[in-house]
């Protein structure tokens, strides 16, 4: 599974911005999505996942504010953020995993998402 991340950019504080990773070798259909992002000096953190059938969970610190989003058809997944704050300034990574595998083994480029004060 190749995997190709795009959309990011400048932002200012409040914003909304959408990235998307494409995938290619593979049909996502029984894939795992996660979107990972590491800011300047920080470790990478997972930001959300979405399951094959859909299900979401996002950590604490974008919860209510980002959304992911599948589109089978497209074999692509899509990070929404809104209400984008500084802290939010890193690169974002998605990734993929087999349903059942316990990491992710697909990862792609990661695309800079930089939200100014």
């Known amino acids: 599974v190749q995997l190709q991340a795009s959309g990011g950019g400048l932002v200012q504080t409040g914003g909304s911005l959408r990235v998307s990773c494409a995938a290619s070798?593979?049909?996502?259909?029984?894939?795992?999505l996660a979107w990972f992002r590491q800011a300047p000096g920080k470790e990478r953190e997972v930001v959300g996942a979405?399951?094959?059938?859909?299900?979401?969970d996002y950590a604490d610190s974008v919860k209510g504010r980002f959304s992911i989003s599948r589109d089978n058809s497209k074999n692509t997944v899509y990070l929404q953020m809104d209400g984008l704050k500084p802290e939010d300034t890193a690169v974002y990574f998605c990734?993929?995993?087999?349903?059942?595998?316990?990491?992710?083994?697909?990862w792609g480029q990661g695309t800079l998402v930089t939200v100014s004060s």
């Open positions: 990734a993929a995993k087999l349903t059942g595998s316990v990491r992710y083994d697909f």
């Open positions: 979405v399951t094959w059938t859909g299900f979401t």
């Open positions: 070798g593979r049909v996502l259909t029984r894939y795992s």
